[in-house]
């Protein structure tokens, strides 16, 4: 793939591939392509619908739908999305009421739970308003619960990672 920036990245274990998409090009364009590496050599993929071209989206590939997943991101103004990779295509979801629109946002699979976990990010037009939200999606329909933050309130943070293990002590 060419030269990028603000893309995402997921492993998906059922198809033995990484797959990449969307990202801000070498001059700031928005990207809206997806590749695929094989642990040998990288492939664009030719999909017949794609995500909008977009930067600062998170990825997971979630084991309960056999399926990557992006949600939001930023094409100029942040979204408020579901998109699901099946490895030919992909697919727009409706989860209904969900996350307010954002980007460089944290996403994880809790493989213990069977659930997709949301956190924070930021939202605004320039990406004023840092969040600290957590949203969970099941392994059903697509549907986000958002959580309640409990007494101990995480501060709001855009830019941040996640990243999940097989299994936990």
């Known amino acids: 793939p060419p030269a990028r920036s603000g893309h995402a990245l997921a ?9 990449l998409s969307s990202g801000n090009s070498a001059t700031f364009a928005n990207l ?16 017949g619908a794609s995500p909008s071209a ?6 997971i590939f979630d084991p309960s739908r056999a399926r990557t997943l992006v949600v ?4 100029g ?24 629109s954002r980007f460089l946002h944290a996403m994880i699979h809790d493989s213990m739970i069977s659930r997709t976990l949301v956190f924070g990010g930021t939202s605004g037009t320039g990406g004023t308003a840092a969040l600290n939200d957590t949203w969970l999606l099941g392994s059903g ?27 936990r002590p």
Not at 11 to 19: H, K, L, N, W
Not at 54 to 59: I, S, V
Not at 79 to 92: I, Q, R
């Open 54 to 59: 977009r930067f600062g989206l998170a990825m």
């Open 11 to 19: 492993y998906d274990p059922v198809r033995a591939r990484i797959v």
């Open 141 to 167: 329909p697509p549907v986000f619960l958002r959580q309640p933050t409990g007494s101990i309130v995480t501060p709001a943070r855009p830019r941040q990672e996640a990243s999940a293990s097989a299994a």
């Open 77 to 100: 103004v942040p979204l408020a999305d579901l998109l699901e990779w099946d490895g030919t295509n992909w697919s727009a979801r409706n989860p209904g009421a969900g996350p307010r």
């Open 72 to 75: 939001d991101g930023n094409e």
């Open 32 to 47: 809206s392509d997806t590749w695929e590496w094989d642990g040998a050599t990288w492939t664009q993929r030719q999909p």
